[in-house]
């Protein structure tokens, strides 16, 4: 999938947090990495369509994405998207907030949208848990579910902001399993992620996201392996500092 | 002492409440017994038709107000965030005055001023009106908090997932209220039947005037008083459960 920015940039409060960035193309595996701050939520918000860019362009394949309301729903539909946490419905069981999507924006009837919510919580070895509700159910499995629901329509493309920063380093795991699946099965990401070895390994490109800019951008293993800026290669080492 | 923490066993509970119950009696009986006063609670069926009717009018004015109030609530809870900043204002000077004021000067006020100004003279219509622009001060604050309380990323999910703003609120939003209000507008309409009782002031004939005239002509003002009590908690205690009922069957937001 070929994904265009095209000066693109964004304003809080007439403060300037992505600056004018231009990229241009075909992605499959993309991992965002960067300070906090960079502006990698704002970028991601925009690419889903939950954000309008004060300035610039997008494109996905070619077509340029409008940016009101009207062509937005339906854009959004067509792509999944996770959050750091808190994303799942509270008031629904984890079965609906993957089923009540179906339904209601994809048009499934109420037992194709369960057996699809069923089929994919049974995938993921969560049959038993389809009627619990969020608080229920323990972080990893919480964002597992929340993949599912991310994923059960078929998005062209998946968005995944720190799916794993909120959980405890036992769960962080097997939501990255979960992502390495589907990418085998030829599912299209882009994830936001802390966790380098994951962005190193099973992300074909690496987009170093720093001061609102786009600083580095290459083949991941390219860019683990011979960082081209000072500001790269420090964020780097501060975070493989204390590996074993 | 350490706060008690997690679920008392039913029976114990049960035992523990009757034992209360049995001590605030039995306190109240000594007091009657100090002060030489013995109950005699004969004039019930004398008067049974008349308390019959003042209990029904007192249902009948709760109910209407309570469907007023959260009509008017939600009006001024929308209107509390509304660009149109003199409707906003005009909501927020309205919850503050009616919060702020006593609802027995608000009766008098609206009563002989505004009532006898715009040609409001049925009491009981009147009474309604105070009563639900009364608590539709409260309603509106109830309804607001829970507006603020629904999280950001709900909406920013819902967004995500495809849904229309309408489906947003009708899917996620409107239930997630309803969840959070349903206990506190359930003990709001506890707070009205009891409000509903100052009407008396105006001549309502609701069950306190009616208990007010019948003790007026027979003195018994302490039976009167003590059957006054029951009645408003035949009608309060049941309210009050099912509010409690809510708060813990959707008791699931984080
Ligand atoms: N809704 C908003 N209103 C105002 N400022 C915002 C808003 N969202 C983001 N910002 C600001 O934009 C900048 C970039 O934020 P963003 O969330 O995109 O960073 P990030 O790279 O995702 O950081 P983190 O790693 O902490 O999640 C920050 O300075 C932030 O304060
Ligand atoms: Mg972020």
């Given at each position: 999938m070929r994904i265009a920015l095209d000066r693109l940039s964004r304003s809080f409060d007439g403060r300037e947090v992505l600056h004018s960035m231009d990229f241009d193309d075909e992605v499959s595996t993309l991992a965002i990495i960067g300070p906090s701050g960079g502006g990698k939520s704002t970028l991601l918000r925009i690419i889903g369509g939950l954000l309008v860019p004060s300035g610039g362009e997008l494109s996905i394949d070619g077509r340029l994405v409008l940016f009101n309301e009207r062509d937005l729903v339906p854009y959004r539909a067509g792509l999944g998207y996770v959050f750091?946490?808190?994303?799942?419905?509270?008031?629904?069981?984890a079965r609906e907030n993957i089923a009540l999507p179906l339904r209601v924006?994809?048009?499934?009837s109420a037992e194709a949208a369960t057996a699809r919510a069923e089929e994919l919580l049974a995938r993921l070895g969560l049959?038993?848990?389809?009627?619990?509700?969020?608080?229920?159910?323990?972080g990893g499995m919480q964002q597992r579910i929340a993949i599912a629901r991310a994923i059960a329509p078929g998005p062209q493309l998946l968005l995944l902001d720190e799916p794993t920063s909120a959980l405890d380093p036992e769960y962080t795991s097997e939501v990255l399993d979960l992502i390495g699946a589907l990418k085998a099965e030829g599912m299209r990401f882009i994830v936001v992620t802390h966790e380098l070895g994951f962005a190193r390994h099973a992300c074909e490109k690496l987009a170093f996201l720093y001061e609102g800019s786009i600083w580095e951008y290459g083949p991941s293993e390219q860019l683990f392996q011979n960082p081209q800026t000072p500001e790269l290669e420090r964020f780097l080492s501060k975070l493989l500092e204390w590996r074993v | 002492m350490a706060p008690i923490t997690g679920r008392v066993p039913p029976l114990r509970a049960a035992l523990n409440y009757l034992a209360v119950c049995v001590l605030v009696i039995l306190v109240f009986w000594a007091s009657l017994s100090i002060i030489n006063v013995s109950l005699d609670f004969g004039f019930v069926a004398r008067y049974a038709t008349r308390i019959g009717d003042g209990f029904v009018l007192t249902v009948l004015i709760s109910v209407c107000s309570m469907v007023a109030s959260l009509v008017l609530g939600a009006v001024v809870a929308a209107g509390k965030s509304t660009r149109i900043l003199p409707l906003r204002y005009a909501c927020d000077l309205y919850v503050r005055v009616i919060r702020g004021t006593p609802l027995i000067m608000q009766i008098y006020l609206f009563f002989y001023i505004i009532g006898t100004a715009w040609g409001v003279d049925n009491r009981l219509v009147a009474g309604v009106m105070i009563l639900s622009f009364f608590e539709g001060a409260y309603v509106a604050e109830i309804l607001r908090g829970s507006l603020l309380s629904i999280n950001e990323t709900q909406i920013e999910a819902a967004r995500s997932v495809g849904f229309t703003r309408v489906q947003t609120v009708r899917y996620i939003i409107g239930p997630q209220m309803v969840a959070r209000t349903l206990p506190a507008l359930t003990g709001q309409f506890a707070s009205i039947i009891k409000d509903s009782s100052l009407l008396s002031l105006i001549a309502v004939i609701e069950i306190t005037q009616t208990l007010r005239e019948i003790s007026a002509t027979n003195f018994q003002l302490f039976e009167a008083c003590l059957l006054m009590g029951a009645l408003y908690l035949v009608l309060t205690l049941p309210i009050m459960l099912i509010s409690s009922y809510f708060e813990k069957r959707l008791d699931y937001a984080s």
């Open positions: 750091q946490a808190g994303g799942l419905f509270h008031h629904l069981n924006v994809h048009g499934l049959a038993a848990e389809g009627d619990k509700k969020p608080v229920q159910l323990s | -």
